[in-house]
């Protein structure tokens, strides 16, 4: 069953890849090393801001 799953990601980052002309390897690299810690980052910085605006406030 995880053998087919991670075969369905590979798969689907093939179409990815394919669909943007990027490729499978850079796709991988786009999606993993840029966009999910980037979207972290993002959360977290957002995530911050409303914690010491709601600090402020009371």
């Known amino acids: 069953?995880?053998?087919?799953?991670?075969?369905?990601?590979?798969?689907?980052?093939?179409y990815i890849g394919t669909v943007t002309g990027m490729?499978?390897?850079?796709?991988?690299?786009?999606?993993?090393?840029?966009l999910q810690p980037g979207l972290i980052?993002?959360?977290?910085?957002?995530w911050r801001k409303e914690k010491k605006k709601n600090r402020n406030r009371f």
């Open 1 to 14: 069953m995880i053998d087919q799953f991670f075969w369905w990601c590979v798969g689907v980052l093939q």
């Open 23 to 34: 490729g499978y390897n850079l796709a991988n690299i786009v999606i993993f090393v840029i």
């Open 41 to 46: 980052l993002l959360f977290f910085i957002l």
